[in-house]
């Protein structure tokens, strides 16, 4: 949490210099890219990289990685074929800004999976102190860069992807030798029938998880993706904005947080002890600071966005104004979903995230045929995704007093 969180204020710290730098259409090229980026991740890997968390031992944890990198490499090999196909298809539609940009979307994919697995493996082996020097070497890379590169360049949409793509290289290097890469490299007869064997005991993860977290992403992603088809780059890149200041730096502290808490309760889990005190803790902790900060920032939002954005910005004020009931329910949320893998409940889980996505979407295709002022979309649709983390909160709280239920001590 605490690399996150400098990570994070760094970021912050450099949003006024990157908002002059960067006007919003440039913002909203590179939101979309992240987005569609963002979703192919979800198979990248096959979602092996979470089963890294759960294995009992190092054995099986090194095995397991060595399946996961295989599947990234196939998986950004067949991107990239899928990309020469794709990007003629584009010219002229709803995504067409992309397509300079389609031949880095191969290459991102594979570096955020890398760095995906890398980061599991190291919460597997309880290496917290390496974890948080690649997270805070990647967060502070990408701010740092986004600075940097316009000294020697002209600032640009490729000037934001080299930052991104660079970050993610150095966080990288902190994970060279945790799991000893001589060994990973040897796929002797013997290694792949081990492969094999793992693959299948942990089919669960590809069979529910693939499908449970690209409905998870695309629930995330929804709204950046389809105001593609009513607005233009200059309302994404505001949204991307809001997104960038108010979002993303409580959601890059939750995951390190939800990746904490995924190992405690798998080792909870494997000692049949009792999750809701941990649970609680997050909970309690998270609204005691959440309640008076989100209403401190929902007084100052405007004076604050005036301040450190460039006046062609003011309206992310408004945009995570509306954000904030919002994120008071979905933060701790996003820290409690791993519950479901932890409980082998990922087959409900995907079912309920699919229900939501369906709700979401319909509401979000309803009113973009409305052609509402972007605010009022904005209101009414983070309004229905309040309605479904509520929703969400209670299901994971009944998963638990399931498991408790049968729980021995």
């Not at 980026?37 to 944890?61: F, H, K, S, T, W």
């Not at 150095?170 to 890469?181: E, I, K, N, Q």
């Not at 233009?232 to 960038?244: E, F, N, P, R, S």
């Given at each position: 949490?605490?690399?996150?969180?400098?990570?994070?204020?760094?970021?912050?710290?450099?949003?006024?210099?990157?908002?002059?730098?960067?006007?919003?259409?440039?913002?909203?090229?590179?939101?979309?890219?992240?987005?569609?980026?963002?979703?192919?991740?979800?198979?990248?890997?096959?979602?092996?990289?979470?089963?890294?968390?759960?294995?009992?031992?190092?054995?099986?944890?090194?095995?397991?990685?060595?399946?996961?990198?295989?599947?990234?490499?196939?998986?950004?090999?067949?991107?990239?074929?899928?990309?020469?196909?794709?990007?003629?298809?584009?010219?002229?539609?709803?995504?067409?800004?992309?397509?300079?940009?389609?031949?880095?979307?191969?290459?991102?994919?594979?570096?955020?999976?890398?760095?995906?697995?890398?980061?599991?493996?190291?919460?597997?082996?309880?290496?917290?102190?390496?974890?948080?020097?690649?997270?805070?070497?990647?967060?502070?890379?990408?701010?740092?860069?986004?600075?940097?590169?316009?000294?020697?360049?002209?600032?640009?949409?490729?000037?934001?992807?080299?930052?991104?793509?660079?970050?993610?290289?150095?966080?990288?290097?902190?994970?060279?030798?945790?799991?000893?890469?001589?060994?990973?490299?040897?796929?002797?007869?013997?290694?792949?029938?081990?492969?094999?064997?793992?693959?299948?005991?942990?089919?669960?993860?590809?069979?529910?998880?693939?499908?449970?977290?690209?409905?998870?992403?695309?629930?995330?992603?929804?709204?950046?993706?389809?105001?593609?088809?009513?607005?233009?780059?200059?309302?994404?890149?505001?949204?991307?904005?809001?997104?960038?200041?108010?979002?993303?730096?409580?959601?890059?502290?939750?995951?390190?947080?939800?990746?904490?808490?995924?190992?405690?309760?798998?080792?909870?889990?494997?000692?049949?002890?009792?999750?809701?005190?941990?649970?609680?803790?997050?909970?309690?902790?998270?609204?005691?600071?959440?309640?008076?900060?989100?209403?401190?920032?929902?007084l100052i939002m405007p004076w604050l966005i005036g301040v450190i954005l460039e006046a062609q910005y003011?309206?992310?004020?408004?945009?995570?104004?509306?954000?904030?009931?919002?994120?008071?329910?979905?933060?701790?949320?996003?820290?409690?979903?791993?519950?479901?893998?932890?409980?082998?409940?990922?087959?409900?889980h995907m079912q309920m995230q699919t229900l939501f996505l369906a709700v979401e979407f319909a509401a979000?295709?309803?009113?973009?045929?409305?052609?509402?002022?972007?605010?009022?979309?904005?209101?009414?649709?983070?309004?229905?995704?309040?309605?479904?983390?509520?929703?969400?909160?209670?299901?994971?709280?009944?998963?638990?007093?399931?498991?408790?239920?049968?729980?021995?001590?």
């Amino acid at each position: 949490m605490a690399s996150g969180a400098v990570a994070q204020a760094v970021a912050f710290l450099i949003i006024p210099i990157v908002s002059r730098l960067y006007p919003p259409h440039m913002m909203g090229v590179t939101g979309l890219f992240m987005t569609i980026g963002g979703i192919l991740l979800i198979p990248a890997g096959g979602r092996y990289e979470q089963a890294l968390v759960v294995a009992p031992d190092r054995r099986q944890r090194r095995t397991l990685l060595s399946l996961t990198l295989c599947i990234n490499l196939l998986f950004a090999l067949l991107l990239w074929g899928i990309t020469l196909v794709v990007r003629p298809l584009l010219k002229g539609g709803t995504y067409a800004e992309l397509i300079p940009y389609l031949p880095l979307l191969p290459l991102y994919v594979l570096l955020t999976a890398l760095f995906a697995a890398g980061s599991n493996y190291a919460v597997g082996e309880g290496a917290f102190t390496r974890l948080s020097v690649a997270k805070l070497i990647q967060g502070l890379g990408n701010s740092a860069l986004k600075v940097l590169l316009p000294l020697f360049f002209s600032a640009s949409v490729w000037l934001l992807l080299a930052a991104l793509l660079e970050s993610y290289l150095l966080g990288l290097l902190c994970f060279v030798g945790l799991a000893g890469l001589g060994s990973l490299c040897q796929l002797t007869s013997s290694a792949r029938a081990q492969m094999r064997t793992l693959a299948r005991q942990y089919a669960a993860f590809p069979k529910y998880t693939i499908v449970q977290a690209g409905v998870n992403t695309l629930l995330a992603s929804l709204l950046v993706l389809m105001l593609s088809y009513g607005y233009t780059t200059y309302h994404i890149g505001l949204v991307t904005m809001a997104l960038m200041l108010a979002k993303t730096p409580l959601r890059t502290i939750a995951d390190s947080l939800s990746q904490a808490y995924f190992h405690r309760a798998a080792r909870l889990k494997h000692n049949a002890e009792p999750l809701s005190p941990i649970t609680r803790k997050v909970v309690r902790t998270w609204l005691w600071i959440a309640l008076p900060a989100g209403l401190l920032l929902y007084l100052i939002m405007p004076w604050l966005i005036g301040v450190i954005l460039e006046a062609q910005y003011a309206p992310v004020a408004d945009i995570i104004r509306l954000m904030l009931p919002l994120l008071l329910v979905s933060i701790p949320n996003s820290v409690l979903n791993v519950l479901p893998d932890v409980l082998g409940a990922q087959r409900r889980h995907m079912q309920m995230q699919t229900l939501f996505l369906a709700v979401e979407f319909a509401a979000l295709l309803l009113l973009l045929f409305l052609h509402l002022p972007l605010l009022t979309l904005i209101a009414v649709y983070f309004g229905v995704q309040l309605v479904d983390q509520v929703v969400y909160a209670v299901w994971l709280r009944a998963l638990i007093r399931r498991y408790e239920r049968t729980c021995p001590r």
